[in-house]
């Protein structure tokens, strides 16, 4: 009887899942949406398939496949979705269930983990009984490799409660903020949109992408939320992070605690940015950056 | 009809964090305060009440999971005020050292030993989605499932129409509208509303308003917690603080190029 079940979308993430889950031995697949299946079955376990990707159908094939084998171990990546659909299989049979999981050890009767909490400014290690629900933090893990054997595929329907009126993809500026190395961020200090120009200026000069704080994203849409910096936006971890006209919300901060190298430039002495800055300059943004922008392309291409 | 309950916790405030010699969370010096997505939940109930449902009762629940009681007792009380005064009628708070420190699948089970042993009949249950604490999004889908009621994650959106909810979810590459029949489990994100700051009167009155103290031994069916909180470590990010300052923009602009050339992160 295989011990874990791995649950996914696509095949990375299904990849790493396994990789956490084969330390119990035997797995089977729940994958989700638009999937490669055979592809899937070419990791040699058992694949069912259920092909809409809302959470409630999730759910329910989760449920069916899980009460099939009663697995020791279900693994995911960690995504809004899975979130939902996980915690509705964990509350019906109050099964721990952790997210953003790494350094996970499993043994027969238990799992361990680490896993940032208290909005990024800690880590804890925790133990559950088995059995469990972990979802793991996302390119932390090795991807498993494919084996001889392929597994079966079976098809999965599901009729949820909650229906689908609309579905509209969210725009995107075309950044990848998370795998940048050099981030010129913006914040409220900006007084409008266009005023953002003076930020692109000096990232062009830099070779730097633009990010950006959660007002800007959330509230007035200046900028597509894939610029998002922060807890509930993107984590990231350049080598040169350059805050300007942003204060340092905590949940800004912890969105850049991985930076090698923060300055911030804001014209309060008091924002908590300058006690998470490794060089801060206390001036008008307004004022500063043209200056900044000017030297550099100067000093960068003499 | 159309009562609602809201879901408040009173979290660990990160903001507050310390560490022992060790470099150990100083659990013991962290005080507690109303989970920030929480406010949103509660703005939320308010809203809909004041929109649909004149009349009817806001219920909070809260489930105390860091304890010992005896020394988070105030905390927690200002916590769930704090969602009295902004609307909230009546609070239930549960507060029991068995269950310290606690862990979703508790917070969930004692949640719905709660509605049903007051005989709470809401129309809708609203949750922030995630805690600033543990941010793990759970307890609403386990609520939600345990009750056997439809839920809706991650909303920043909420209308009702007739008998059902027609709500915005906010996943990580769409939007997508979606109904749900009522009664419904939805969680929200902060993008839902401004919360407004409760007025002095509200403030005062909330005093007033009741708050329901339950023991465990009051409940049926909580589940002990099963996570054990093996170790827990402050992230130490050092950053250097270093202040630049020059006679002029331009002196200022090049020391700070100079110090990044030096850290090697730019080649100027």
């Given amino acids: 009887m295989p011990t874990s079940m791995v649950v996914g979308s696509s095949e990375d993430d299904i990849a790493e899942a ?28 058992k694949v069912y398939h259920v092909k809409a990707d809302d959470p409630e159908s999730v759910f329910l094939a989760v449920k069916q496949v899980y009460d099939e084998v009663k697995p020791s171990l279900v693994v995911a990546p960690t995504n809004k ?43 804890e290690d925790d133990q559950v009984p088995l059995p ?59 007084r409008s949109k266009e005023d953002l120009k003076l930020a692109f200026e000096l990232a062009e000069a830099l070779g730097a992408q633009i990010g950006c704080s959660r007002p800007i994203a959330a509230d007035l849409k200046w900028l597509g939320e894939d610029h998002w910096v922060g807890l509930s936006g993107h984590k990231v971890a350049p080598r040169l992070y350059v805050a300007i006209g942003i204060s340092g919300a905590p949940q800004h901060l912890a969105g850049i605690t991985d930076a090698k190298v923060v300055v911030a430039i804001n014209n309060d002495k008091s924002a908590p940015i300058f006690k998470n800055c490794d060089y801060g300059v206390v001036a008008d943004l307004y004022q500063f950056v043209p200056v900044l922008t000017k030297r550099v392309k100067e000093r960068l291409h003499r | 009809m159309g009562d ?15 560490g022992t010699q060790d470099g150990s969370v100083d659990f013991d010096y962290m005080p507690l305060k109303l989970s920030d997505i929480d406010r949103n939940a509660v703005e939320e109930a308010v809203m809909l009440r004041d929109q649909y449902f004149k009349g009817s ?18 905390d927690v009380k200002m916590a769930v005020q704090e969602g009295l005064a902004k609307g909230v009628d009546e609070a239930y708070i549960v507060e029991d050292d068995s269950i310290v420190p606690g862990d979703p699948v508790t917070t969930a089970s004692a949640i719905v030993a709660v509605i049903r042993k007051f005989g709470l009949k809401p129309d809708l249950i609203l949750a922030g989605e995630a805690t600033i604490d543990g941010f793990s999004g759970q307890v609403a889908g386990r609520v939600a499932v345990k009750l056997g009621l439809p839920y809706v994650s991650f909303a920043r959106k909420v209308e009702l129409k007739g008998n059902s909810i027609v709500a915005e979810r906010d996943v990580e590459d769409y939007v997508e509208v979606v109904e749900a029949p009522l009664p419904a489990v939805v969680s929200v994100t902060r993008e839902i509303n401004a919360p407004r700051p409760p007025t002095l009167v509200q403030i005062r009155m909330a005093s007033r308003k009741p708050q329901h103290m339950v023991k465990l031994s009051d409940l049926e069916g909580v589940v002990t917690p099963k996570r054990r909180l093996a170790a827990a470590r402050v992230l130490a990010v050092k950053r250097k ?19 990044l050339a030096s850290e090697g992160v730019i080649k100027a």
């Fill in chain 1, 18 to 45: 396994l990789t956490v889950a084969r330390q119990l031995g035997d797995a089977v697949i729940v994958a989700y949406g638009n999937v490669n299946t055979g592809s899937l079955a070419e990791y040699g376990h």
């Fill in chain 1, 81 to 123: 979705n899975l979130k939902d659909a996980l915690s509705r299989l964990s509350g019906l049979y109050d099964l721990p269930m952790a997210t953003e999981v790494f350094n996970v050890k499993v043994s027969g009767s238990s799992a361990s983990y680490t896993r940032g909490f208290l909005s990024g400014r800690a880590l």
């Fill in chain 1, 132 to 190: 469990a629900v972990l979802l793991i933090a996302a390119r932390k893990v090795p991807r498993a490799q494919k084996s001889q054997a392929k597994g079966e595929v079976v098809e999965l329907q599901a009729s949820p409660a909650v229906k689908i009126i609309e579905r509209r993809p969210k725009e995107r500026g075309g950044v990848n903020i998370e795998t940048a190395e050099l981030i010129v961020s913006v914040g409220r200090g900006f």
């Fill in chain 2, 4 to 18: 609602i309950v809201v879901l408040l916790k009173p979290a660990l405030n990160p903001e507050m964090i310390r």
């Fill in chain 2, 57 to 74: 009762k806001i219920y909070s629940i809260s489930v105390v999971t860091w304890g010992p009681a005896s020394k988070r007792d105030k």
């Fill in chain 2, 241 to 259: 603080q270093m202040i630049i300052e020059g006679k002029t923009p331009e002196e200022t602009a090049d020391k700070l190029l100079d110090a």
